[in-house]
């Protein structure tokens, strides 16, 4: 990591603007697929990346361990890696470790070593912490982000894995040999940041526990948002949308339980004047959210795919300035930057249409 | 008379709540129907003898001017019918006037003044000088004379 | 006036609802002639209008034929609207006549040269013509005028010389105003009149004696309680026994009402011909107004002849607006009088009675009448004479002068004497 | 008097050219100023009067007038200035305090002019205001941070109460008595049209102005002027006013001579005797005092009604700030120390306190770092003169902004600083009738409409510049900000990187 500094700022030391590209594969009836699609879809948009990052998430991947937290964690050095198992054993019972299987790719180089825990709270440090599992296991990952130089948590969900690296998204897949993973639900992510900093852990997709996010914008209210999550214990310490826009969602979902229509109508909220021709409940409701969690509406562009256990949600700004599609096709959905992205995995949808800002597509599997 | 059919055009009201007594309108008035270019030239050294007249008296003050009235009684008493109403407007053509001064008899206001001249002369709310705008009334600091329809 | 209201039951209700094709006859062709075709056309644009004049010229101001002379204004200034005013009030003219005679009948008149004219509604303005007392060989005097018309004027004026002797008979308004008006075109002026002062009819003896100074400053000659016995050749003799020689003589002791017309055909008369607020005859669809009517002063309550121009206007616009189908009042008649000479400026009005209320300036006075606790007239004369209408108004409204600063207004007529809210309703709502 | 220390500060400049002798200048100075000489027919001036309030210049039909700052000097000297000398000289003459008005004229540093805007290029849009909404509706009070669902889990809605704005910016205090009714009314006026709120002051509530309470902001001051139960209940919120920026820890005191019958009703004391607010609240002599008054205040309003502490930027501000935040209070107003008074010793007003910009950034980190940001607003004021200032403050943290001396520039003020005269030619800061009626509301409240709404056009151009549509995702946005010519500790308490970093 040292020798990065002799070049330029790494994520977290500065703020990177970003264009980028995504998309989402989603089975209702939660059917596994492998990692290909994802590949191939965003392979179409290789123009929308540059080759400095490129990600997948995966869910359902890990059955056989679905009830522990799988970690996937970036070490640069052995000194790291050390470090940061000495604190893994502190706090989990470390069900099972490995290296995360890759093959060599010419365009994928510098890679860190890269480790894969299969993790659950020990019970009594979980206890005495007074927090509930989710939370204990978030401090851990963001204490371990945060403070261990060289050690980088960039999976921590159950039955769920994110794979990603410097590098173009589909090289970045053949490189982690996502053929191998079975998933019902995979989102994948390709990055065109406006400088070179290609650390790994910048990628994306970002994730805590089981939410992912993949985002295409560059967001105007950024420090507005991080200046207030980071009141509740986050440690922004990417100074990306991504991860900011995950910790909110983090928030509001999992700590405040508010529902992701709730969550869209805080971080994309209607306009005041849309809000005004509403009925009075639902003006009382939107208000409140609005006015309750003001800190946390994100305004500038942004298209997001968030993914959690069962589901996924994409998510345009109010003014939708950045392109999102979305398709169907019997059980399946296909959400992308472009079209294309959707048509080469699936010619002829049921239906194709273009969400509008601020209105959020929620997919969940069938019960 | 009953005054029926008045005639709706915007007139000059004065408000003497916000009359500051500043005489302002007196001069705006006199320069705006001096038919010269600057205020200094029309005025400097010049006893003014502007159209509309500022009445003061222990702090209270207001100014005065033609009330442009429906059934003007001016025009009825001139012998000369050199006073006629236009549109409302009461209006006055002086090479017709000989100076009798019955106008001045009937004006309840009194809002009509010999110029120096001994000639009539009268508000015409600026239409008949280069101003167009009653001056009086874009010279007044504090909107206490207003150019309104009421 | 009870009687009269009784005797004018005729007024028929259909000469309320107007018909569009109604014929208005204007009997008259002076200010209130001009006031009733004004107000007719605010109401009525297709109604036929006839004025039937017997001077030859469109209306022109009488009292400007002194201003003429003295080369104040011109034959065409002196015209009282502008040329076009007939015919953009769609006027028929028919000057140069004279009507003969009413028949309320036939609704009728005959002209002198022997047509008829059918009438809706009449107005008889005919104004007055000069009294000419009887004076001992008057008739051989060969330069004999009046001065009333302007042919009058016209006619003095082409036998005044540089070397003119006038002699004025009487000094009242028509009588002074003619001698300020030819003063500098003659040699001497005098002016004789029977009464003690001049201006009798308008002025204090005050008043009187300001002007009589001023017209002797002028030059002219005044012979005061004095009258002509007798005219032999080129010289009056006066019943003092002064002897006055002259070349021009001007008559202007006073003058008579022409009320013939409307007593012919049975209308009411008594010094002038009789009318009632609306300006009606006692004759139904026959309206009077002017200098030959007797109306009513609304100060007294007293009939009597104002023959004053803004009564004459205000009462032809009222008989107007009645012939055409409103309901109009004119109840504020009261004498008035805004007059000068040779710079010296007099303003009166109302009547002088009751407590009287006196300021002298350097270049005049002010004398102000209060009864039953209203202004009731005044006198104002020289520098006084500025915003003269807000006494004026006073006496007209017959404000109650318990409800302003009096004493205030007596010093200056100002707007500030009058409480806020009236001073407000002036200023702002008031028309 | 014998030797007379002082010269005049200005000169009053007549272009003889210019000059009609309309003796307008002379019937509008109310420091007699300007007189009509009948003999030379030329109007003269009496410099030693002039208090370079302008009326006379703004009112002068032909522009004949100008004032001039004297060139008369004393022999240079940079630690010795002339008017340190002055103020000698007076103190040698008086042997009384000083006293000023408006905010320190002291060169100190402004730090709203050390800090750039940001705007977007390239990697995200700007939003033009004219073809997208731009919002700058803002709520003040207290957030809820835990939400609530009822047994059928839909959100209670319910919350603390709250003052809705449509523009971030409100009048900040001025006391009936301090400033003239027509000054008041205007105000009220314009708050009402703008949808915003103006503050009473101390000086309690005219009688007239019940009617504008949902705009309105009824103060509490240790003077108690005016306060009874009718009016806490008639405003829209109560401001506890601890401090002001102009003079921290000193009361505030108003000559009897401006007691007229209508402030002594509306103060509820006697006329004609000098209106004395303490230094302290002698009820208050600790936070946990402060927490019963706030508690108080919300009991006599039946807690429908915001409670805002209203505190001078002192030293530790940002300890006491949160102090505040933890006494119940939903809104805290910091005052810096370049803010205005009607009148305060010069030596405070120009040496106590600190820069609000400071107070500010502290105070807001220092909230973020407790996690109780969001349980209490920020609004601040102290010589906000400007929409780019707001734009500032709210990206440094503040929730709204507090104006007063740009709100008195906006009907007339000329910044003369002789407000303790008395004899406001502007009509604002006196209670002379001859002088107040120079002041129409009409006319007042259009400029101060003029005003705002032409700061909000601005607000938003600049907002959609850096593509952000909704004033809350400035609040806070320290990323918009750079310091240029600052510091590392300055740059370190704003929270803000330097220009080019």
Known sequence: ?367 | MQGNRREQMKRVYVNEQWCLGCHLCEYYCAYANSGQESMVKALKDRTINPRIKVEEKNGISFAVNCRHCNEPLCVKSCIAGALSQVDGLIVIDASKCVGCYSCIMACPYGALMPNEEGVMQKCELCTTNTHGKPACVQGCPNKAIVFEER | MANLLASKGVRTKQSYSRRDDMHYVIVGNSIASVGCIESIRKIDQTGTISVIGDEPHPCYSRPLISYLLENKTTEEKMTYRNDAFYEQNNVKLMLGKRVQAINTETKQLSIDDGSLVDYDKLLIATGSCPFIPPMKNLESVKNRFTFMTLDDAKNLEKVLTKESRVLIIGAGLIGLKCAEGIRDRVKTITVVDLASRVLVSILDEAGSSLVEKKLISEGITCILGDSVKEFVNSDALLTSGRVVGFDVLVLAVGVRPNVSLVKEAGGEVNRAILIDETCQTSLADVYAAGDCCESIDCITNERKVLAILPNAYMQGETAGRNMAGEDAFFDKAMAMNAIGFFGLHVITAGIYQGSDKLFTTESGYKRLFVQDGKLVGYILIGDTINRAGIYTSLVRNKTDLATIDFDLISEEPLLMAFAKKERAHKLGDAQ | MGINYLYPDFEVHRDREKCITCRVCERQCANEVHSYDAESNRMVSDDTKCVNCHRCVSLCPTHALKIVKTNHGFKDNANWKGDVIQDIYRQADSGGVLLASMGTPKDYPVYWDKMLINASQVTNPSIDPLREPMETKTFLGQKSSKIRRDENGKLITKTDPQLALNIPIMFSAMSYGSISYNAHKSLALAAQKLGIFYNTGEGGLHEDFYQYGKNTIVQVASGRFGVHPEYLNAGAAIEIKMGQGAKPGIGGHLPGSKIGEDISKTRMIPEHADAISPAPHHDIYSIEDLRQLVYTLKEATAYTKPIIVKVAAVHNISAIASGIARSGADIIAIDGFRGGTGAAPARTRDNVGIPIELALASVDTRLRQEGIRNNVSLVVGGSIRSSADVIKAIALGADAIYIATSALLALGCHLCRTCQSGKCNWGIATQRPELVKRLNPEVGSERLVNLITAWNHEIKEMMGGMGINSIEALRGNRLMLRGIGLNETELQILGIAHAGQ
């Open chain 1, 1 to 367: 990591m040292e020798a990065y500094h002799q070049r330029l700022p790494l994520e977290g030391e500065e703020r990177f603007p970003s264009g980028c590209a995504i998309s989402g594969i989603f089975s209702r009836a939660g059917n596994r697929f492998s990692g290909r699609s994802a590949i191939t879809s965003i392979s179409v948009m290789h123009d929308r990346s540059n080759g400095l990052g490129g990600g997948f998430a995966g869910y359902g991947i890990y059955p056989e361990y679905k009830d522990f937290y799988a970690f996937h964690i970036f070490y640069y050095g052995n000194e790291a890696k050390r470090m940061c198992e000495e604190y893994l054993e502190e706090h989990f019972d470390l069900i099972n470790l490995s290296k995360i299987p890759t093959e060599k790719h010419h365009n994928i180089t510098d890679e860190p070593l890269i480790w894969r825990y299969f993790v659950t709270p020990l019970p009594t440090k979980l206890a005495n912490s007074q927090l509930d599992e989710k939370e204990y296991t978030a401090r851990c990952v963001i204490h371990i982000n945060s403070v261990i130089k060289g050690a980088y948590v960039f999976s921590s969900g159950k039955n769920m894995g994110v794979f990603k690296a410097v590098g173009f998204p589909e090289d970045v897949g053949e490189f982690y040999r996502l053929d191998d993973y079975k998933g019902y639900s995979w989102t994948v992510h390709g990055r065109y940041p406006t400088n070179t900093p290609g650390w790994w852990g910048g990628a994306h997709p970002f994730a805590l526990l089981d939410y992912s996010v993949v985002h295409n914008g560059e967001i105007s209210s950024y420090d507005a948002n991080r200046r207030f999550i980071e009141m509740y214990g986050y440690n922004c310490t990417l100074q990306t949308d991504t991860e900011v826009i995950t910790y909110m969602i983090d928030y509001l979902h999992r700590r405040q339980g508010l529902t992701l229509e709730e969550v869209s109508h805080v971080i994309a909220a209607p306009f005041w004047s849309t809000i005004g021709r509403k009925s009075e409940e639902e003006q009382a409701e939107y208000t409140y959210l609005r006015n309750t969690f003001a800190s946390m509406l994100i305004t500038g562009p942004f298209s997001i795919i968030l993914g959690f256990n069962g589901g996924l949600m994409a998510l345009n700004d109010r003014l939708k300035l950045r392109s999102l599609v979305a398709a169907e096709k019997d059980d399946m959905v296909y959400l992308a930057s472009e079209e294309s992205a959707i048509r080469i995995i699936e010619p002829n949808p049921d239906r194709v249409w273009h969400p509008s800002g601020g209105k959020p597509v929620i997919i969940t599997l069938n019960k």
